[in-house]
């Protein structure tokens, strides 16, 4: 129960801030330019920032050994994605380009605004590590099946 309130919390915030961007943009606080600029802002500076300041702070090597199952259980779970994906675009009759579309929609997600914060809520201590190792496998499948 103690997991569903942190989650609980996180949606919530992360609902908050939805409402203040909304009320932004419709003000005319923030306009296109800005909106560009602060979204470069955190996606190229702020999120891996925060990923490696939170993994490397007393990260053992120890730790590192340790957490490698993270990688394992990220490449089962990529693979369970691409076979699913890939039988549903056939039974869906997408023909070559637009079936590697759809798969590329579904298996690539959004971790990085959604699963880094309930990471870093529901593990404090070893969150930052164990998202910086499910990225090293999400970038490794991304730029591979993804690019194809």
Known sequence: MQQFSVVLNQLIGMGVMLVVGVVCVKTKLLNEDSLQGVCRLILNVGIPMLVFSNAVSGTTREDL????????????????????MWLLAKLLRLPGERGRMFQGAFIFGNAGFIGLPLILALFPKQGALYFALMSLTDQFFFWTYGVW
Do not use: H, M, N, Q
């Open 65 to 84: 050994f340790g957490s490698a199952a993270v990688i394992g259980i990220t490449i089962a779970l990529y693979a369970l994605l691409i076979i699913s």
